[in-house]
């Protein structure tokens, strides 16, 4: 998948889709859940885990159009088109890829799935839209390199309030990259993130969401990007650029052949 959230160069305005690298799960099973199913904790963050060890893909009450944006690495916003049941109905999927499949490997494997067992069809367009351009500073960033045996994770822990209510969000990245930050960033700020530090491996870091009185909400865009900024030591601005939009042309709500 195109896992970084970036301004990505097409060959033409509308192309037909193709994968270029074909890859498909060993065996998968897909489940429709009922109507009154609910949405996964984390999943409007972008914050789900669907790969566990040993080659194992599992997703439990997953909307295709979530589905859609975790394979290809790309926001809410970042497609259109397609039927209403994108995002109401849900599904179990279990799958089973070889166990020493990568992260990017099994996402490939996710969108063979779609576009076999759902008949996904879709284009792209180029448009020009608001970016988000992330860089280093003067400063080193706070960033620390990951320590030997620690296990990738990124905890959210909300700070409750005297009225049992998050005041504010200390958020923790274990052997996180910084690419894997700006994925899920990207979703709390409606934008792509462009990443333009240069930065690769994975690393540890904290920062804190504290909210104010001119924006109460901890996630509220501003103050992501002031933690990124003031926190991480980056440095954040705002522009435009051509970003690729997915385009639905067709998809079946039951999967073929289950």
Request: aromatic residues 8%; proline residues 8%; glycine residues 6%.
């Amino acid at each position: 998948m195109m896992k970084t959230l970036a301004i990505l160069t097409v060959f033409g305005l509308s192309i037909n889709h193709c994968h270029c690298q074909t890859l498909s799960f060993e065996v998968a099973s897909i489940t429709p859940c009922t109507p009154d199913t609910p949405e996964p904790p984390g999943e409007h963050m972008g914050m789900v885990r669907f790969i566990y060890p040993g080659g194992n893909f599992t997703a439990k009450a997953t909307s295709i159009k979530y589905l859609l944006e975790w394979a290809y690495g790309i926001l809410p916003a970042q497609h259109s088109g397609g039927p209403s049941w994108l995002e109401t109905q849900r599904y179990d999927i279990l799958a089973k890829a070889p166990a020493d499949s990568t992260d990017h490997q099994i996402k490939l494997m996710v969108q063979t799935l779609l576009a076999e067992r759902f008949k996904l069809k879709f284009h792209t367009e180029e448009k020009e839209v608001p970016v988000i351009l992330v860089s280093l500073g003067k400063n080193e960033p706070k960033l620390y390199p990951a320590k030997e045996g620690e296990v990738h994770s990124l905890k959210v822990m909300p700070q409750m309030g005297p009225d049992q209510k998050p005041n504010s969000f200390h958020v923790v990245a274990t052997r996180f990259s910084l690419e894997e930050l700006n994925e899920t960033f990207a979703r709390q700020l409606g934008r792509v993130i462009v990443d333009q530090t240069g930065l690769k491996g994975e690393f540890d870091f904290a920062l804190d969401m504290t909210p104010d009185e001119e924006r109460p909400n901890p996630l509220d865009p501003a103050i992501v990007i002031g933690a990124m900024r003031d926190q991480l030591g980056l440095t954040v601005k705002s522009q435009k650029g051509p970003v690729n939009i997915y385009v639905i042309d067709s998809i079946e709500m039951v999967p073929a052949g289950n």
